[in-house]
């Protein structure tokens, strides 16, 4: 097709003259010069859209086939009642989002890992020792001393570490609850007259942080909670001997009635709340039988329309690693691998790992094993990079205090952020590249390259992020590592996918040479963060 058919062809269809959009270069056909039209205008075509300042269409991983919705109701399931995309605009902020700080707060806290002077654990600990509810509240209880402004500091440390949302503890497996509930005075009301719940909201809505809720559905406490539905469930061996004794029979609707009164409490005093957390199920004890959950699930929509939730109030407790990243939408919306990222991620799911900043989730005064800022952003990129979600748990001593260690890596991790923020932030898993990448709406890709040597020995990997598999093939998801755990010195080369011909180290905006379509990335050489990000674009 020579010059004059295109023009003619052009001013038939309306669309703009050559001087009105760019051409890359001219090449001949059949031995006459024909003019190539520029990579923008070509999408533009295709899309449609020929405007000169239409946007580029957004990646297809932005709109990735969409469930089939709603779905209807059965006996164990409340119907969905959304569709797709109504779906998809409530979810849109948590893909966005990427970094969610956990914080374990409670009775636990004041115990700081000991029972009676010797170690015990942490959040478990009315479990471990076999405790009764009123042996431990006695222990417990004196040593619960939230100071004021806790919050405050819990949520402007969320803000230093960048992330986007939080989600903190109202009620765990001891059963003491954090705010003020007129169904129990086993709460923080009743103890030391304070709503840390009502506290923690208003601080996170001050910074323009999204706020979610933990909440068990197991419970210690209760004396109507009945263990034996699942007897492989976790309970306090002294707690079952002590009901046995006062001849307190079980009656498990009784407590359905109380738990589903709490959550409307939480639902309706502290709205809105963007997501809850449910802990945990297992056996027999999950969903109608376990926790009535369609209709608390129900309720909990009907108050909240855009809340968020996970899957725990089915059968699955984060430590399934055969579960495959299956979801039924009517169990939750997303998946909560504990501990570890999934080696494939969950395509087509939506996950996020919960992980800890030091090896226990709630305080415990022997845990000094602190995560660096540099391990936790490689987590952070590997789940980036495998298109889910980190949810990274702080615990907070008796006064609400962050151990220093911890919250110095949370900083550490914000200031990489501030750097390379763009890279994670509202973007989604780009799979395309040998190295490990994510892509934004504008079609920008970025690459994650692994430190630099003068940083320190890496942490290993977790499980499976050497080879992953996409579509059946066999690809490299994080960078192979040299035995001292970097990248060796000759360097990393990267290869750009077509159309792209711009590449730029963030922080600096450092340009660096494209050659032939690849880019040869020495860390040594210009890296000044834990993690070194190179956009790519077009």
């Given at each position: 097709?020579?010059?004059?058919?295109?023009?003619?062809l052009?001013?038939?269809?309306?669309?703009?003259?050559?001087?009105?959009?760019?051409?890359?270069?001219?090449?001949?056909?059949?031995?006459?010069?024909?003019?190539?039209?520029?990579?923008?205008?070509?999408?533009?075509?295709?899309?449609?859209?020929?405007?000169?300042?239409?946007?580029?269409?957004v990646?297809?991983?932005f709109?990735?086939?969409?469930p089939v919705?709603?779905?209807p109701?059965?006996?164990?399931?409340?119907?969905?009642?959304?569709?797709?995309?109504?779906?998809?605009?409530?979810?849109?902020?948590?893909?966005?989002?990427?970094?969610?700080?956990?914080?374990?707060?409670?009775l636990?806290?004041?115990l700081?890992?000991?029972?009676k002077?010797?170690?015990?654990?942490?959040?478990?600990?009315?479990?471990?020792?076999?405790?009764?509810?009123?042996?431990?509240?006695a222990?417990?209880?004196?040593?619960?001393?939230?100071?004021?402004?806790?919050?405050?500091?819990?949520?402007?440390?969320?803000q230093d570490?960048?992330?986007?949302?939080?989600?903190?503890?109202?009620?765990?497996?001891?059963?003491?609850?954090?705010?003020?509930?007129?169904?129990?005075?086993?709460?923080?009301?009743?103890?030391?007259?304070?709503?840390?719940?009502?506290?923690?909201?208003?601080?996170?809505?001050?910074?323009?942080?999204?706020?979610?809720?933990?909440?068990?559905?197991?419970?210690?406490?209760?004396?109507?909670?009945?263990?034996?539905?699942?007897?492989?469930?976790?309970?306090?061996?002294?707690?079952?001997?002590?009901?046995?004794?006062?001849?307190?029979?079980?009656?498990?609707?009784?407590?359905?009635?109380?738990?589903?009164?709490?959550?409307?409490?939480?639902?309706?005093?502290?709205?809105?709340?963007?997501?809850?957390?449910?802990?945990?199920?297992?056996?027999?004890?999950?969903?109608?039988?376990?926790?009535?959950?369609?209709?608390?699930?129900?309720?909990?929509?009907?108050?909240?329309p855009?809340?968020?939730?996970?899957?725990?109030?089915?059968a699955?407790?984060?430590?399934?690693?055969?579960?495959?990243?299956?979801?039924d939408?009517?169990?939750?919306?997303?998946?909560?691998?504990?501990?570890?990222i999934?080696?494939?991620?969950?395509?087509?799911?939506?996950?996020?790992?919960?992980?800890?900043?030091?090896?226990?989730?709630?305080?415990?005064?022997y845990?000094?094993?602190?995560?660096?800022?540099?391990?936790?952003?490689?987590?952070?990129?590997e789940?980036?990079?495998?298109?889910?979600?980190?949810?990274?748990?702080?615990?907070?001593?008796?006064?609400?205090?962050?151990?220093?260690?911890?919250?110095?890596?949370?900083?550490?991790?914000?200031?990489?952020?501030?750097?390379?923020?763009?890279?994670?932030?509202?973007?989604?898993?780009?799979?395309?590249?040998?190295?490990?990448?994510?892509?934004?709406?504008?079609?920008?890709?970025?690459?994650?390259?692994?430190?630099?040597?003068?940083k320190?020995?890496?942490?290993?990997?977790?499980?499976?992020?050497?080879?992953?598999?996409?579509?059946?093939?066999?690809?490299?998801?994080?960078?192979?590592?040299?035995s001292?755990?970097?990248?060796?010195?000759?360097?990393?080369?990267?290869?750009?996918?077509?159309?792209?011909?711009?590449?730029?180290?963030?922080?600096?905006?450092?340009?660096?040479?494209?050659?032939?379509?690849?880019?040869?990335?020495?860390?040594?050489?210009?890296?000044?963060?834990?993690?070194s990000?190179?956009?790519?674009?077009?």
């Amino acid at each position: 097709m020579n010059i004059a058919t295109i023009a003619a062809l052009a001013a038939a269809l309306g669309l703009p003259a050559f001087s009105q959009q760019g051409a890359t270069k001219i090449v001949t056909e059949d031995g006459r010069p024909a003019l190539a039209l520029d990579e923008a205008f070509a999408a533009r075509l295709r899309s449609g859209n020929t405007a000169p300042d239409a946007p580029a269409p957004v990646p297809a991983v932005f709109s990735a086939p969409a469930p089939v919705l709603p779905l209807p109701a059965d006996a164990n399931h409340a119907a969905v009642k959304e569709t797709a995309e109504e779906r998809n605009r409530r979810m849109e902020w948590w893909r966005d989002a990427k970094f969610g700080m956990f914080i374990h707060y409670g009775l636990y806290s004041g115990l700081a890992g000991e029972w009676k002077g010797k170690p015990g654990g942490s959040e478990w600990i009315q479990k471990n020792v076999e405790a009764d509810t009123d042996s431990y509240a006695a222990e417990a209880l004196p040593l619960f001393k939230p100071r004021e402004g806790l919050t405050e500091e819990w949520a402007q440390l969320a803000q230093d570490a960048g992330c986007r949302y939080v989600v903190l503890t109202s009620k765990h497996h001891e059963g003491f609850g954090l705010f003020d509930s007129a169904q129990t005075d086993y709460d923080a009301k009743s103890a030391i007259n304070r709503d840390i719940i009502r506290e923690y909201v208003d601080s996170c809505r001050k910074r323009g942080l999204k706020a979610g809720l933990y909440h068990s559905v197991i419970d210690w406490h209760h004396p109507s909670y009945d263990n034996t539905i699942c007897p492989d469930l976790c309970y306090p061996a002294g707690q079952a001997e002590m009901l046995k004794k006062k001849n307190i029979l079980r009656d498990h609707a009784a407590y359905q009635k109380y738990l589903h009164a709490q959550v409307r409490e939480l639902m309706t005093r502290y709205a809105p709340i963007d997501i809850m957390w449910w802990d945990y199920s297992q056996g027999a004890m999950e969903g109608a039988k376990g926790w009535k959950a369609p209709e608390l699930m129900d309720m909990v929509r009907s108050i909240n329309p855009g809340v968020i939730m996970n899957n725990r109030l089915y059968a699955y407790s984060g430590l399934n690693r055969d579960q495959a990243g299956t979801l039924d939408l009517r169990c939750g919306d997303y998946i909560t691998p504990e501990r570890f990222i999934p080696r494939r991620g969950y395509p087509g799911v939506d996950w996020e790992s919960c992980m800890t900043v030091s090896d226990k989730w709630g305080y415990n005064r022997y845990d000094t094993n602190v995560k660096s800022p540099e391990t936790v952003i490689e987590k952070l990129v590997e789940c980036v990079t495998k298109g889910g979600n980190l949810l990274l748990n702080v615990n907070p001593m008796a006064d609400g205090t962050i151990p220093e260690k911890v919250a110095a890596t949370m900083r550490g991790v914000g200031q990489w952020l501030k750097i390379n923020g763009e890279a994670v932030y509202g973007t989604r898993a780009f799979t395309e590249l040998d190295q490990p990448a994510s892509i934004n709406r504008n079609g920008d890709i970025f690459v994650f390259l692994t430190p630099p040597p003068d940083k320190g020995p890496a942490q290993p990997p977790s499980e499976g992020t050497m080879k992953e598999l996409t579509e059946g093939a066999e690809y490299a998801r994080m960078q192979p590592l040299d035995s001292t755990g970097y990248e060796e010195d000759e360097g990393t080369t990267i290869t750009l996918p077509t159309g792209y011909s711009r590449a730029v180290l963030l922080g600096d905006n450092t340009a660096l040479p494209v050659v032939n379509g690849t880019v040869l990335f020495k860390a040594h050489e210009h890296s000044k963060t834990p993690c070194s990000v190179i956009k790519l674009s077009k």
